[in-house]
């Protein structure tokens, strides 16, 4: 240190009523830069500046400026003062606060040199106020939450560390909304968890804390301590964090990316591309079980890729990869919706699996959890010691099967954090598609309520509107935001207009799952073979509602877990009727009306159900049958992708015609499915144990036609029955002019084409 200067010692200090210091000095106070930081004089004393700081253990404090070095003296329980020379515009004539730094001796002797946090303006804009407040920014992870940023110092300052002019202060931006808030800090490694020094200001009526704090950078961990009504400090996470600690730890991590996307061309192809209209085969992956001898992202990457594209899906679907803290809600109890779970990796980390994805022409869909979040004190419960995210009232805020809050879907502070959080995977993470989890629970008030525990809405019905106008708000959003995304439903009622658009009253989602199929073709298929025929209807029934909506058949994770059992597992007989049993599922799926979904496991016909703690039973492929299934699903996938017939034209009937819909004595269905250039491929499914030879087959045209896949082939592992080519003869079947008599294999389906000439 040189010599310390003194200003003029008539020089008065800018004065604060000591309630007000006594506030500011236990970082108690809603507006610590009204009083911190560097504040022009009045009148006469014009030409100076005071500078408070709060250091609680320090013996000695010194302003370092260009123009001197000056001491100042404790005024207040830790609050230090010094009164310094102004820096004078000789143009305009005005007078403005220097750059400064502060050098500190603590008790203890320790000393150092550092930036004033009070002395920059606030980072979050009048804009981004407003619009949160009307609950349209749509870009709100831009404006909350932690940012670093660097900032230009007009007058710059030699740095004590390097002797150089610094003229550019790199920091991290924070920001929290936490409107009942009697004040808030933010604590993190850098100031030894103890906020006192790093008291936020309120910006006014938005309900916004804001703070921007020099030299905290990447990595650093942090909370908000938050200061609630009714005296208490509580310490929370971050709502809009970034980045997470590995759980059981619970801080927030400043994230600075650095990752560059090669995904350029995907990306302007989705943009073009009605991604609703295409073929859509997809794998369902939980990625820290898919196989647990993959530690991160990164080595996901470089064995998931590989898989799903040589398997031929056209889609990864990822149970929920948002920060959760228990892992055995699997993800769908989310704390951190805007942080990647951080147990795979970072932010950057999953960029790489999301590019690299891309890159092999394979879209990304992740699980999204905007119906209800868990009650951990970190986190978002209870966030400002009141009621904030979820909604007050215990008939509509509190999830009584899960034990979690619920958003309150009426205030537009909490619909905007939801509506840009799906934006947000879109835009930043680049995913391609959202699977909207619960969508039930929250379309209805009285969802898991007994008469008693829920109120009507304000026309005394069920709906909940309020929810209701969220979800169709933040389908809205998603899809102008983003060209070529896709929205999906998880609903299992009967609601209408799911996936009809919002300006026809609709819900706006681009799909929805059928789990009216998914539960009646399961249903049907644990039936032993000889009692299907009395449950027919269950496997033909789908069709009556076929393109009621616009579907998605999954086979999901929710069908082998809490001791149902795996696929294979569901089908009756012994191992060899089992398997076959998958496959002929499988074909049936893959050739009906709807997208399609697959649970991982369920390509190799693995024997146990899914266990979230182990990886998946990758040892079972060493044995023919696993191995036949999973060749028959990557069969099943090229065909699917090469035939237009398969999903063209899966919303509306002219794609589909039955065949044979009643033959309940045989087990069987046949039908057509037809694509928009006219393609047509017959489909034969026998659910019986037994095969029927000379099954006459109705079909729309005469000559030649061949068999181009059947369930039952030997490298299968089926008992290899075959039709190759054949002729339809003009004999008159079910109303079509054509048919022919082929061998169907037992628990088998073959899909049959005219040959081209």
Not at 87 to 92: A, E, L, N, Q, R
Not at 447 to 470: C, K, T, V
Not at 491 to 518: C, H, R
Request: glycine share 8%.
């Amino acid at each position: 240190m040189s010599t310390v200067t003194n200003i003029n010692e008539d020089a008065v200090a800018v004065p604060v009523r000591q309630d007000v210091l006594a506030a500011v000095s236990n970082a108690e106070y809603y507006n610590p830069h009204e009083v911190l930081g560097g504040h022009l004089g009045t009148d006469k004393g014009a030409d100076t500046v005071t500078v408070r700081v709060l250091r609680p253990m320090a013996k000695k404090v010194v302003i370092l400026t260009k123009s001197g070095e000056y001491e100042a003296k404790h005024e207040y329980n830790g609050i230090f003062t010094a009164v310094i020379p102004a820096v004078k515009h000789t143009k305009s004539k005005t007078w403005s606060v220097p750059s400064y730094r502060i050098h500190t001796v603590e008790i203890d002797g320790s000393e150092s040199t550092d930036d004033d946090p009070y002395r920059y303006l606030p980072q979050v804009g009048d804009l981004d106020m407003y619009l949160f407040g009307e609950g349209r920014h749509e870009r709100l992870w831009e404006a909350l939450g932690a940012h670093i940023k660097t900032i230009t110092d007009s007058w710059g300052l030699v740095s004590p560390e390097t002797g150089k002019m610094v003229k550019k202060v790199t920091g991290t931006a924070f920001s929290v909304w936490a409107p009942n808030a009697r004040a808030v800090r933010v604590v993190g490694n850098f100031n030894y968890w103890n906020g006192r020094r790093h008291a936020m200001r309120s910006l006014g009526s938005s309900g916004i804390w804001e703070l921007f704090i020099p030299g905290v950078t990447a990595g650093e961990v942090y909370k908000y301590e938050i200061l609630t009504q009714s005296g208490n400090w509580i310490m929370k996470a971050d709502p809009m964090e970034r980045s997470h600690e590995v759980p059981p730890n619970t801080g927030s991590v400043v994230v600075d990316s650095e990752f560059k996307w090669h995904d350029t061309d995907w990306m302007d192809k989705r943009a073009k591309t009605d991604a609703h209209n295409g073929p859509i085969s997809i794998y369902e992956v939980q990625a820290n079980s898919w196989n647990r001898d993959l530690g991160n992202y990164r080595e996901l990457a470089d064995h998931l890729v590989d898989y799903v594209q040589k398997e031929g899906f056209t889609h990864v679907e990822f149970m929920p990869l948002t920060q959760y803290p228990f892992s055995g809600s699997w993800g769908y109890q989310v704390t951190g919706y805007y942080a990647v779970d951080s147990r795979l990796g970072s932010p950057d980390d999953f960029k790489y699996l999301v590019d690299k994805l891309h890159k092999a022409g394979i879209g990304v869909i992740m699980d999204w959890v905007p119906a209800h979040f868990p009650k951990d004190d970190f986190a978002l419960g209870r966030f400002d010691g009141t009621a904030l995210y979820e909604d007050p009232d215990p008939m509509r805020g509190e999830h009584p099967d899960w034990g979690t809050y619920i958003f309150n879907f009426g205030r537009h502070e909490v619909r905007n954090f939801l509506v840009a959080n799906a934006c947000f995977w879109l835009d930043e993470y680049h995913v391609d598609a959202l699977r909207v989890d619960a969508v039930s629970s929250m379309l209805y008030l009285d969802y898991s309520r007994e008469n008693g525990q829920w109120r009507p809405n304000i026309y005394g019905g069920r709906e909940n509107l309020e929810a209701i106008d969220f979800i169709k708000e933040a389908n809205a959003t998603a899809y102008k935001n983003n060209p070529g995304i896709m929205m999906i439903a998880e609903e299992s009622t009967a609601y209408q207009g799911v996936t009809a658009p919002t300006d026809m009253g609709g819900l706006g989602f681009g799909l929805k799952w059928n789990m009216g199929w998914m539960h009646d073709t399961l249903q049907y298929l644990k039936e032993e073979p000889i009692n299907r025929r009395w449950h027919h209807n269950e496997i033909t029934f789908s069709m009556v509602y076929a393109y009621s909506e616009h579907y998605v058949l999954p086979l999901s994770h929710d069908e082998v877990v809490y001791g149902k059992g795996s696929l294979l597992g569901k089908m009756p007989g012994d191992e060899w009727q089992q398997f076959a049993g998958l496959r002929a599922l499988l074909a049936y799926q893959w050739s009906h009306p709807g997208k399609n979904l697959l649970f991982m496991g369920g390509e190799i016909g693995q024997s146990s159900e899914w266990n979230f703690n182990t990886s998946l039973n990758w040892n079972e492929l060493q044995w023919p049958f696993h191995q036949g299934v999973q060749k028959l699903v990557a069969d099943l996938n090229a065909l699917y992708k090469s035939s237009r017939a398969f999903w063209s034209q899966d919303f509306t009937p002219d794609g589909f015609q039955w065949l044979t819909s009643d033959d309940s004595d045989h087990n069987t269905l046949s039908y057509m499915r037809i694509g928009d250039d006219g393609e047509e491929i017959v489909v034969v499914v026998n659910f019986s144990g037994q095969a029927w030879q000379d099954y006459q087959v109705a079909l729309p045209k005469g000559g030649q036609w061949e068999e181009i896949l059947t369930t039952d082939d030997a490298k299968y592992c089926g008992s290899d029955i075959h039709n190759g080519t054949f002729t339809a003869a003009a004999e008159e079947y079910h109303s079509r002019p054509y048919s022919a008599r082929i061998t169907v294999p037992a628990l088998g389906a073959v899909f049959l084409k005219p040959v081209q000439h």
